[in-house]
């Protein structure tokens, strides 16, 4: 579908979980409707209230048809999937149903390894740096290494979706009712980048 986005990768740790929901949060920050598809069954849903967007539970093969069918029958909303890791098979089934395939991997050898074999197998997918270092000096080592070890997947990088202790607060199971700036301004930024893939539109909110 044109509107669903799976956030998939056989790398556990990446940040999956606490990417779909910041991508959710941010599309809710530029006016952008969406849900957050739970499918891990090592997970337990979250509670709505207070939410920018709606987390529902996937975690079967029938709710995840009836979330699908009704995100037909709502054309202005956009579905995020959290893939859970070490999956290989969900990975594909999603990358299949979604217009937007992302793969998160962090500053590390072995994720960057896993990414690149991720990026071969779903050849229509992007890899988004995750947790990536925030302090100067580390974000230049860590270009380095993408340079070393991904030169030929650069075209197919997002960029960096930084390291934000408080993005914790989103996966509690009741959000507080307001959220720290700088999570705010990296759930936009990552949210930006995605709409602009799907050629969606998006506005700006005035909150901080």
């Excluded at 937007?100 to 988004?128: K, M, N």
Aim: with cysteine; hydrophobic share 35%.
């Amino acid at each position: 579908m044109e509107r669903i986005v799976c956030i998939i990768g056989n790398k556990g740790g990446t940040g999956k979980t606490s990417m779909t929901h910041m991508l959710c949060h941010g599309l809710g920050l530029l006016g952008r409707q969406s849900i957050a598809v739970l499918t891990d069954a090592a997970r337990t849903p979250l509670a709505r209230e207070g939410r920018r967007y709606i987390p529902l539970d996937g975690r079967t093969p029938e709710t995840l048809e009836r979330i699908v069918r009704k995100l037909e029958a709502l054309p202005s909303w956009i579905g995020v999937i959290d893939g859970g890791g070490n999956r290989p098979e969900m990975d594909r089934r999603f990358y299949e149903m979604s217009s937007l395939a992302l793969l998160p991997f962090r500053d590390s050898h072995e994720d960057i390894r896993t990414v690149v074999d991720d990026l071969d197998a779903f050849p229509e997918a992007y890899g988004i740096p995750s947790q990536w270092p925030t302090n100067p000096w580390q974000q230049m080592a860590a270009e380095r290494t993408l340079d070393e070890l991904m030169p030929d997947y650069r075209d197919r990088l997002l960029d960096p979706v930084y390291s934000v202790s408080a993005s914790k607060l989103l996966l509690q199971t009741r959000q507080p009712p307001s959220l720290p700036t700088l999570l705010n301004n990296v759930c936009r930024s990552m949210a930006r980048q995605v709409l602009d893939r799907m050629k969606l539109p998006y506005k700006e909110e005035s909150v901080s």
